[in-house]
């Protein structure tokens, strides 16, 4: 019995540190934001891809908020993460049908251009501790490729259907899954996988 109360203690305790943390879109990062109109700021940049919403930090002012029809591209330097990355303002057919700009991350650029947006959502999970299950917020992500005439499709198929997209190369690029032990689900897995078929295609831009 005590050790039921000692495992449910760490549970606990892991359950408020994964609720404390800050997700990134919650942190300023320096980056900048390139404008419609050509002018350039550069500082401290927030976003906040379910509102399809950026910030630009001014000193002893408000900060100032950019929508996406405002905005051509942002990039900032992601320090959870340790990269740099890229958000771009484009047309995308929502499921009303209307037709409006949104930002999307620019994962990969080639053949194959991988565009990702993320969101909260409370997952329900069974306890490793106790009998039952609990739920808690994570960040998922969503992706979709860019095709040639413009238009952004979700991809929400599995590993058959990625490699499917992939014609005569998918073979070799299973193989390179397997022995990188890449998965597909994993966001910087996903980019790798489409970085490495760019390159086979002859066709990838760094």
Known sequence: MKLRYF?????LSTVVTVNAQKW????????KIVLVSGDT?????KYDLMQD????????????????????????FDKTVNKYRSFFALPYNATTGYRTSIFFE?????NLTLLAREALEYRTYNSPYYFGTFSRQVLVH??????????????????????ALMGNKAETVEKYMK????????????AQIVAYYNSLSGNSVN
């Open 7 to 11: 495992l449910l203690a760490i549970f």
């Open 24 to 31: 990134p879109f919650e942190l300023w990062h320096e980056g």
């Open 41 to 45: 700021l550069r500082g401290r940049v």
């Open 53 to 76: 919403l950026v910030q630009f930090d001014r000193p002893n002012r408000p900060a100032e908020v950019f929508t996406p029809r405002k905005v051509l591209y942002f990039e900032i």
């Open 106 to 110: 620019l994962m990969e650029e080639g």
């Open 142 to 163: 969503k992706y979709f490729f860019l095709e040639e005439d413009g238009a952004i499709v979700e991809f929400e198929g599995n590993r058959s259907d990625l490699l």
């Open 179 to 190: 022995e990188n032990r890449l998965r597909f689900e994993e966001k910087y897995d996903l």
